[in-house]
């Protein structure tokens, strides 16, 4: 069986667990690492390989999908690009709402003119996360959704209070409060160019935090915070027809970039059966992430 | 918008938690309840409403789907007729393997010669349970997932239990010893043709059972232990690329014939936006098991 060759573009936590999950596959191959800075010749490597790392992914020798692992306000103008030029994506964008609509309308004008397809919001949440919601939805249509993360550092987070200007370096941790409601606790390393007042206002009223208790704190290595390890309890209690007391529970405990990358890797595989256009992840047959026959799945799994 | 006619086939718990899920939905309407005793001009009562019940589907007035409520062993021929006649048709048949692999081949011939959908293995296990399966497998390539059922009545091993001869009545339920393990515990009322050994011996030999510790117990009414409750756990600890310590969970805690009968009505949803065939659970996507816009599912839930 030919291999899917796929590029991982962008070089952080998530684009290494993406690398790791595609050289680990049965069915994809690792042809190329996207780094803005790469130098000619460079290599970068990734469970004992070798992979070239290229500056755009019209060097990437054949890629037919990217893994696209950049900030989410980066991906939207990349992935048009990509898509447009015959090249299937799939990001981890993780702003909900009609942001998330928008982009996934331009990237599935951008896929159907070049042929491709594209994955949005791929990951453990949202991604997974939002696959379970609907299934807790079509078990007990009547009812409320909780969904509690953490503890854990948001990587999406933590690159929004890094763009602050004055912050050198940040990690934001999200808390659980409980049933919903979370705290943002955000450790900040000051560059020395603005004071911390105007730092912790800034981070405070970005869209990522407003909507969240969240709390700034000024110390002298962000780096010191850094665990990966992050986790989420959705849990729905409802009705099915007329009958309530119908409890579901999702709890996981995770790796982050690990799980975002493989999660993203596996969406890919559904997507690339799909007709050309964009997808979220519950648009997509579950059975379909995983590699091997259907029959062989159904027999095993089912 | 015009509601989808759909026929509930069969009257037992399910039959009845079927039929609630369809009169509380906003898209389907319940036609008729297929009886093999109904009198002719009976009705049952739903939610408050009178409800044809007839014989045969084809009494079933402006039927397009049948929620297909029988024992499983009764359910494939009674589709494959439904289907030849372009009535799609949802079932919750609940034995795994080869046996599942046939009946839903079998259901695909008859369903692609009536231009109609079956899904099969419908209902939170198998079903919900199959789609968490494939995606902790999505998420965690390497690893091991545990199902743990219960502690529950198995409506499925009920049946089973009161089919052997001798048997009254029964009820089965389900104990999760852990980690996939289980105990089956079945209280059976006799009818006096039989001694208690023999029928013990043929229900420990039955295939429902034969795999499992089961404890059967003579009982003056097998109905005293009747109660609808019932769960899984399913966990999977598992590695994302090369990082291990991956872990999920999934619980629920439900009333079991009216989450089955809702995971049928949302299953019949996402199926009849299919071409003709059979598919399971796992094969449709979730978003489409949920009523509403797609966008708006987007931006609500994902």
């Known amino acids: ?14 684009g290494r667990g993406a690398a790791e999950a595609v050289m680990l596959s049965p069915d994809f191959e690792l042809c190329a690492v996207v780094r803005r800075n790469a130098q000619p010749g460079q290599v ?8 070239p790392a290229v500056r755009s992914i019209a060097d990437a020798d054949g890629a037919v999908a990217a893994l696209v692992c950049l900030p989410t306000r980066l991906t939207t ?13 799939v990001d981890s964008f993780d702003i909900h709402g009609d942001a998330l609509l928008e982009h996934r309308r331009m990237l599935g004008d ?26 807790m939805e ?16 948001s990587m999406g ?14 990690r934001s941790f999200t808390l659980p409060v409980g049933f919903g409601v979370h ?6 390393q000051l560059d020395g160019t603005r004071p911390f007042e105007e730092v912790e206002a800034d981070i405070k009223a970005d869209p990522y935090f407003a909507h969240d208790d969240t709390r700034v704190m000024q110390v002298e290595s962000a780096a010191d915070y850094h665990d990966t390890g992050h986790g989420v309890s959705l849990k729905r209690y409802g009705a099915a027809g007329t009958t309530g007391n119908q409890q579901m529970e999702w709890r996981i405990r995770v790796i982050n970039p690990a799980a975002t990358g493989q999660c993203m890797l596996s969406a890919l595989r559904a997507g690339l059966k799909m007709a050309p256009g964009a997808y979220t992840m519950a648009e997509l047959p579950v059975i379909s992430m995983l590699p091997g026959g259907l029959e062989e799945i159904v027999k095993g799994i089912v």
């Open 1 to 14: 069986m030919q291999k899917v060759r796929v590029a991982v573009v962008g070089w952080g936590n998530v």
């Open 44 to 51: 970068v490597h990734v469970n004992g390989a070798d992979i």
């Open 77 to 89: 103008a990349a992935e048009v690009e990509m898509l447009k030029a015959g090249i299937s994506t």
């Open 110 to 135: 951008a896929a159907r003119r070049g042929g491709a397809v594209a994955v949005v919001a791929a990951g453990w949440d949202p991604g997974v996360d939002s696959i379970i919601r609907c299934l």
């Open 138 to 153: 079509a078990m007990a249509p009547k009812g409320v959704t909780y969904t509690d993360f953490g503890p854990g550092m």
């Open 157 to 170: 987070h933590s690159v929004a209070a890094r763009s602050v200007p004055g912050v050198a370096d940040a």
């Open 183 to 188: 705290r943002r606790q955000v450790y900040v």
